[in-house]
């Protein structure tokens, strides 16, 4: 959420090196510093179109002037127009000075624009989706139906919609996404961050990046939450009421979904609460993605969401629209919270401690908060073959077994093996559950199979090779409107699974449905070619 390299304090201290001589020999210096600095202040509050105004008028009114062009390269980046951004950047590194203080700057747009420069464009009523590489168009209708839900969902919640087209980028490695984030790849795998919302825009990067993808829809609807947050409030709310709103928020596109913290992450705060150990909003701070240890970022999310909750709770989306209110009139987020609750903030923030400490969240000993590896190759891991991801040892050792009596085709002797296994996990394994699954499945131990698999995708909905055995099992069930639904929804978080688009393909052609066929199998064309 922070701005880099090029501030207003930055601007002040080169406008300052220079005010002594300026006083003597040019009045309209001043002009100029008066107008940039507002234009900074503009820009630090995401209100950008305000200080495209403020460029404009610069560059018509003291055209060549160094300082001004400068602003506007500032400004032409927070557009997206990079290219125009680094033409107004060397122009004014023309004077030494700017040289000397902006070269950072300068090359940080030039390494954004090495990949950028090749962005291709879909634009909808609200939304300008940009992306690299050819594969990722299959994105592309996914994700524009997602935002432009979202965008109804989430204005109707925080009364407000954005007035002019809102950028939405997917970059297509980590070094790209690490450039633009201002992340290093271990910030990044550490807190599992694999989008932000920073300088005027949503950037994700792409699901093709993480073998088993990542609930990318949810995630962009998170960062779109972001956005419409630091327009509405000037960039004036700290991270964990910024956070908490944002996780909230973030399956509003889903009609009929109701926010709900996830196993994983319930099970954190069960832990939490047991052991009195919990995140501090002054520990949250800059950022969640700053913190130490990937279960820590977890956890802080899954406190803010718990307040957010508990707001809620209290009155509904008025309330959380009156603390925003509140802070972009100028209060501090202490004096919003406290004028929309009627209480001060640090009871308030006992009030919720004490809340949290007396509902009744499972505790799953063993989930895991799966890691985020952002990888060069865009392989398809098959994880009724891995067994890499289950730790205990014994349990893989079963596993192992049980993958041999399976090839074999002795599916009632592979789930004897698979059953030592599951037991052995912990009942908290993803790739067990699926593999004994789809043992009973062949061993056509359909209700064993279903009630395994709900339970794998309620602990791991992030894990791709669930909803692929479910719907292996519906088709095979002859449920087909079923096994579409559960394929469809694998695609919100890995659309560059073949086998999804196959089978998809497969089941609109069993109903007859032949337009839908037709675009699962370009879909699989897109990936295979």
């Given amino acids: 959420m922070k701005r880099i390299l090029i501030t207003l304090t930055f601007l002040q201290t080169i406008f300052s090196f220079f005010a002594f001589e300026a006083v003597a020999q040019e009045e309209k210096f001043f002009d100029v510093v008066g107008e940039i600095t507002y234009g900074e202040e503009c820009l630090n509050a995401w209100q950008i179109e305000e200080a495209s105004a403020v460029a404009e008028k610069l560059l018509l009114t003291t055209p060549g002037n160094p300082y001004a062009c400068f602003f506007a390269g500032e400004v032409r980046f927070y557009e997206g127009n990079y290219k125009e951004s680094l033409s107004f950047l060397k122009e004014a590194m023309r004077e030494p000075y700017i040289a000397q203080k902006g ?18 464009e879909i634009k909808t009523e609200h939304f300008l989706f940009r992306y690299v590489e050819d594969k990722d168009a299959i994105l592309a209708d996914y994700a524009l139906d997602t935002l432009e839900k979202a965008y109804h969902a989430v204005g109707n919640d925080l009364n407000y919609f954005p007035r002019t087209p809102i950028l939405v980028e997917v970059f297509p490695d980590a070094e790209s996404f690490c450039a633009i984030s201002t992340l290093t790849k271990d910030e990044i795998e550490t807190s599992g961050t694999v989008a932000i919302c920073l300088f005027n825009r949503v950037i ?16 962009l609807t998170h960062e779109y939450v972001h956005y419409v947050i630091m327009k509405k409030t000037y960039n004036r709310v700290p991270i964990w009421l910024h956070e908490g709103i944002a996780k909230f928020e973030e399956k509003r596109w889903l009609e009929g979904t109701p926010p709900k913290l996830p196993v994983s ?28 240890r990937r279960e820590d970022t977890a956890l802080a999310f899954a406190e803010v969401f718990t307040v957010i909750d ?28 406290s004028s929309a609750t ?25 989930i895991q ?40 085709g002795l599916h009632s002797a592979a789930i004897i093996e698979y059953e030592k296994a599951f037991k052995k996990a912990g009942h908290i394994s993803p790739q067990i559950q699926n593999k004994l ?64 688009h196959k089978n998809l393909a497969l089941l609109y052609d069993k109903l007859d449905r032949k337009e839908d066929a037709s675009l699962e199998l370009r879909r699989l064309m897109m990936l295979t070619k």
């Fill in 310 to 337: 508990y707001l809620f709770n209290r009155g509904g989306y008025p309330l959380l629209v009156s603390i925003l209110e509140g802070i972009k009139n100028g209060k501090t987020t202490e004096d919003a919270v």
């Fill in 369 to 408: 908060i799966l890691p985020t590896k952002l990888k060069e190759t865009s392989a398809i891991v098959d994880d009724m073959e891995s067994v890499a991801g289950i730790e205990v040892k014994e349990a893989r050792k079963y596993a192992i077994l049980g993958d041999l009596l399976r090839h074999e």
């Fill in 103 to 120: 070269q950072k700057f300068y090359d940080f747009v030039d390494k954004i624009y090495q990949t950028t420069g090749t962005f291709k």
């Fill in 342 to 366: 009627g209480v001060p903030f640090a009871d308030f923030e006992k009030n919720w401690l004490q809340d949290l400490k007396q509902k009744k969240f499972r505790r799953i000993h063993g």
């Fill in 204 to 219: 994700i990067t792409s699901p093709r990046l993480q073998p088993r993808g990542y609930q990318w829809l949810d995630t």
């Fill in 437 to 500: 699954a789809m043992s009973y499945i062949m061993d056509t131990q359909y209700a064993k199979a279903e009630e395994i698999l709900k339970v794998a995708l309620e602990y791991y909905p992030e894990y791709t090779t669930t909803y692929i055995s479910l719907g292996e099992l519906y088709q095979r069930k002859g449920e087909y409107d079923a096994a579409i639904d559960i394929l469809s929804r694998a695609n919100h978080v890995n659309p560059f699974n073949p086998i999804i």
């Fill in 265 to 292: 992450l319930e099970s954190l705060v069960a832990e939490a609460i047991e052991k009195d150990y919990f995140i501090t909003f002054e520990q949250m701070h800059p950022s969640l993605a700053k913190l130490k």
